[in-house]
């Protein structure tokens, strides 16, 4: 599924993009990186959907797979992706992402949803 047939329907705007700069991976982002909010991401490339996650922190984690020690299989495909003259695009969703009369976040739900409907490459716990 490509982040525009996610569109249609959906939110997401792009906030970062992972690149190969002088042999070193990196991300140029356009938002406020330290800012603080609920968000599920998507990362692609050529516009096909690789990774779907979520974040209770806000933008840091998304941006910050360069230096992410944990999650290897994103960041090695991010790593190879550049390698191969390919960029990664960051996109997020942050509206609609809470029920405001019962305060509940359905963030976790939303993420394994979209993760059941696309079921991208990177993301290793698809449930079958």
């Known amino acids: 599924m490509t982040i525009q047939e996610l569109n249609n329907n959906t939110k997401f705007y792009k906030i970062g993009i992972y690149r190969l700069i002088d042999?070193?991976?990196?991300?140029e982002y356009f938002v406020k990186k330290t800012e603080?909010?609920?968000?599920?991401?998507?990362?692609t490339i050529n516009d096909e959907i690789k990774y779907i996650g979520?974040?209770?922190q806000g933008y840091s984690r998304p941006l910050s797979y360069d230096k992410?020690?944990?999650?290897?299989?994103?960041?090695?495909?991010?790593?190879?992706?550049?390698?191969?003259?390919?960029?990664?695009?960051?996109?997020?969703?942050?509206e609609n992402l809470s029920m405001e009369f019962e305060k509940l976040n359905i963030i976790e739900a939303y993420e394994q949803a979209l993760i059941q409907l696309v079921r991208p490459e990177w993301n290793s716990h698809i449930q079958k």
């Open 68 to 94: 992410n020690k944990v999650m290897v299989k994103v960041r090695n495909g991010i790593k190879l992706a550049c390698k191969n003259n390919q960029s990664v695009d960051v996109y997020a969703r942050s």
């Open 36 to 43: 603080r909010k609920s968000i599920v991401y998507v990362m």
């Open 54 to 56: 979520k974040s209770i």
């Open 23 to 27: 042999n070193n991976l990196k991300c």
